[in-house]
């Protein structure tokens, strides 16, 4: 990208020459991080380059359009396909398999093979594809057709300025307030969890220390009548030092316990 944008005053075109092997970059997750990434900053043409020689067989040539197919579905960009080696053969032929289903067929009768019934029941779904694909002749070796191939470049371009690139702005504007929604949940889950946090050190942190002497003076004051008398009625280690916590609403037991405790710590102090 960086490479592209020192060089866009000085060059007209960039070309990225892509793996032979199609699924290697149409069908790889790089392959779609390269191509969505240029297409949402430049003006982007997939041109799909076809061996004209070896699609002279109706069911190569039918192999040929699914691929170009697949990949302009999946590009989304404006297509161009480029018959290649037009030196070597014309395309002519070609063209009229797209234009005339009759002559598809009529080329295909004299194929006997399994493949040829796929390819005449494929050749009636792409139909419509055929209508808006862009298609030229060329060659390599003497550089014919290269003026209609810029003049059709030159159309895409516009077609990706017109109906591409304000789909582009839309899903990155879709994206942005996408991930600025979740920004925002996660902060509220974050405040939510904070403030939870802190009600529960203010109000309740102290019920959750373990119930001994000490954590039973802390609770006392928070007990219901009934919690508080199951706890004296099992409190066996309570000391004197329990009288500040006394009530009207003591047990008997627990009254009597601590007049025991007064009158037994004493003599035991003063026999040492």
Not at 47 to 61: I, L, N
Not at 177 to 186: C, F, K, L, V, W
Not at 234 to 243: A, K
């Amino acid at each position: 990208m960086k490479f592209i944008e020192k060089r866009q005053t000085a060059s007209q075109y960039v070309l990225i020459d892509t793996p032979g092997q199609i699924e290697v970059f149409t069908w790889s997750a790089s392959g779609t991080i390269i191509t969505e990434a240029l297409a949402s900053s430049f003006p982007s043409v997939v041109v799909y380059v076809m061996d004209t020689s070896r699609s002279t067989s109706p069911v190569t040539f039918m192999s040929n359009m699914l691929y170009a197919c697949s990949i302009l579905y999946k590009t989304k960009l404006p297509f161009i396909v480029a018959m290649n080696k037009t030196d070597i053969i014309e395309h002519r032929f070609a063209v009229e398999w797209m234009q005339d289903f009759e002559a598809f067929q009529e080329a295909l009768s004299q194929e006997s093979t399994y493949a040829s019934n796929l390819t005449r029941s494929m050749s009636l779904v792409l139909d419509e594809f055929y209508d808006s694909l862009k298609v030229v002749g060329v060659s390599a070796v003497q550089g014919t057709g290269l003026d209609e191939f810029f003049e059709l470049v030159s159309q895409a371009v516009d077609e990706y300025e017109r109906e591409y690139r304000p789909e582009y702005e839309r899903l990155q504007k879709k994206m942005e307030q996408a991930q600025s929604r979740q920004q925002r949940e996660q902060l509220g889950r974050l405040r939510r969890d904070m403030g939870a946090s802190s009600v529960d050190v203010e109000s309740g942190a102290a019920t959750e220390l373990p119930l001994g002497p000490s954590g039973l003076i802390l609770t006392r004051g928070t007990l219901e009548e009934g919690d508080e008398q199951e706890e004296g009625q099992g409190s066996d280690t309570d000391d004197i030092d329990h009288e500040v916590t006394e009530g009207s609403h003591e047990e008997p037991a627990f009254k009597n316990f601590l007049q025991e405790a007064k009158l037994r710590y004493p003599a035991a102090r003063s026999s040492h």
